[in-house]
């Protein structure tokens, strides 16, 4: 099964953690005061997960093809070294 990013938002909130948890693929992460934001790729677009590690919930999920979402994500990484 392959989805585009329009019919992947138009599933329950409950199908598309299914999916992401179980077909996604971990990319990368990050943590800002007290939220961990996880990105995964999911077919052809990405998923980032929200999450708040004092409360132990997932507060949201947002779905982007690239942008200012996806930007944030990359560490720069001198290779030279």
């Not at 005061?33 to 004092?54: C, G, H, M, P, W």
């Amino acid at each position: 099964m392959k989805l585009s990013i329009k019919a992947f938002n138009r599933l329950t909130i409950h199908e598309q953690y299914d999916l992401v948890f179980t077909q996604g693929e971990f990319v990368n992460y990050f943590i800002k005061d007290k939220t961990r934001f996880a990105l995964y790729s999911i077919f052809n677009f990405f998923v980032e997960i929200e999450y708040q590690v004092a409360s132990n919930t997932i507060t949201n999920l947002i779905s982007f093809e690239d942008g200012v979402l996806l930007d944030r994500y990359w560490i720069i990484t001198d290779l030279t070294k």
